[in-house]
């Protein structure tokens, strides 16, 4: 069935640095690739999207692009700050199914000053 | 605010009990989902309904039930509780069309079985 995996947290950086969050699936048909961020005490909420192959998604400072022939869908943003500490979901959603989303697993992000 | 409000925020029971989660999607979204939240183990997809038919069936307990009543809101039941089921429950509505799979979630209930 289709899945999503996504790299292992904590991931602890420095303000500033250069962030990267693996992302993979395993889907049959074309589906919608997502990022969601969960900050604490909160739920999830979208954080970005791509819906077909070679679109890059975008939104504050984060960018993620479609990458049919890899299968990923990795998390970048070029210089991170202390309240993008979060837990960050990767998603996909097919329409086999029902327009039923995947998550993988999460990694928690941690910003220091 | 994603629009998605859930009740209660916490609660606190004991083992063979059992419960009910409520949610109310955000106004026009007839999808609802919910995702049951565990330390160990993600976020895991239970059961999705679209305008009051069950949609799409994940990994749902046969001890858990749902839900969607002609308003739309949709419950969640949970019965014979046990300690392992201690977890944060997620509902998430959607439309469906052009922006399907963009989920707006609610800020979840928090269950504690001891």
């Known amino acids: 069935g289709d899945s999503v995996t996504q790299m292992e947290g904590p991931v602890t950086l420095s303000e500033e640095a250069f962030l990267t969050i693996n992302c993979t699936y395993t889907?049959?048909?074309?589906?919608?690739l997502f990022w969601y961020v969960q900050y604490p005490g909160e739920g999830l909420q979208l954080l970005l999207k791509?819906?077909?192959?070679?679109d890059k998604g975008s939104n504050k400072g984060f960018e993620a692009t479609y990458r049919k022939e890899t299968t990923s869908f990795h998390l970048e943003k070029g210089s991170v700050q202390v309240s993008d500490s979060a837990v960050y979901f990767c998603?996909?959603?097919?329409?086999?199914?029902?327009?039923?989303?995947?998550f993988g697993a999460g990694t928690r992000l941690f910003v220091k000053a | 605010d994603s629009g998605v409000t859930q009740t209660p925020k916490h609660l606190i029971t004991a083992t063979g009990q059992r419960v009910t989660l409520r949610c109310s999607p955000r106004?026009?979204?007839?999808?609802v989902y919910w995702y049951q939240q565990s330390l160990d183990q993600g976020l895991q997809f239970l059961i999705q309904?679209?305008?009051?038919?069950?949609?799409a069936k994940g990994n749902i307990l046969e001890r858990f039930s749902a839900q969607q009543f002609p308003d739309l809101h949709s419950e969640l039941n949970l019965s014979s509780l046990e300690l392992g089921d201690s977890a944060l429950y997620f509902c998430?509505?959607?439309?469906?069309?052009?922006?399907?799979?963009?989920?707006?979630f609610g800020e979840g209930s928090r269950l504690t079985v001891l």
């Open positions: 998430a509505s959607s439309v469906q069309g052009a922006n399907a799979g963009e989920l707006f």
């Open positions: 889907a049959t048909g074309y589906p919608s």
């Open positions: 791509a819906t077909k192959a070679d």
């Open positions: 998603a996909l959603t097919s329409n086999t199914g029902g327009f039923k989303t995947i």
């Open positions: 106004s026009g979204d007839l999808s």
């Open positions: 309904y679209y305008n009051g038919e069950e949609r």
